[in-house]
């Protein structure tokens, strides 16, 4: 017995959840950004040149997910799912150590609401792009 295929939703529906999942995974992503930032600079106790080449490692993933990130590129937000796993790792991590509690679970948040937010706009992006060629 053949399977049928499953109808798209209408372009009215997935527009509002285009919209709103792009802003929350933009928020999510730039307070990601922020955190790492605030945290390596004002809070951790890292010498001098060490700070600039941890600072570095842990946004390099970031500056590299920006542009297509900030642009609403469907690719960008589904590999941002993938690279979105270090920073929830190393969240949880820090969690664990009572000097980087908050720290920890706050990096946990903010990359799981990334994670879902980018997840979400990638699966309606591609069902709105199929809506609009045509296919039911």
Avoid at 82 to 102: E, H, M, R, W
Wanted: aromatic share 14%.
């Amino acid at each position: 017995m053949a399977k049928t295929a499953k109808p798209l939703p209408a372009l009215e529906w997935l527009q509002p959840r285009l919209r709103i999942s792009r802003a929350v995974s933009l928020l999510s992503f730039l307070g990601l950004g922020a955190l790492v930032v605030v945290w390596n600079l004002w809070f951790a106790n890292i010498p001098g040149k060490l700070l600039w080449v941890i600072l570095g490692a842990q946004l390099l993933p970031l500056l590299i997910l920006a542009p297509g990130l900030i642009l609403g590129h469907a690719r960008a937000h589904a590999w941002a799912c993938f690279v979105v796993n270090l920073y929830f790792i190393q969240g949880v991590l820090a969690a664990f150590d009572p000097s980087k509690a908050t720290y920890g679970w706050l990096l946990t948040g903010l990359s799981f609401s990334l994670f879902c937010a980018a997840l979400m706009f990638t699966r309606w992006r591609f069902q709105y792009e199929r809506k609009l060629a045509g296919e039911n």
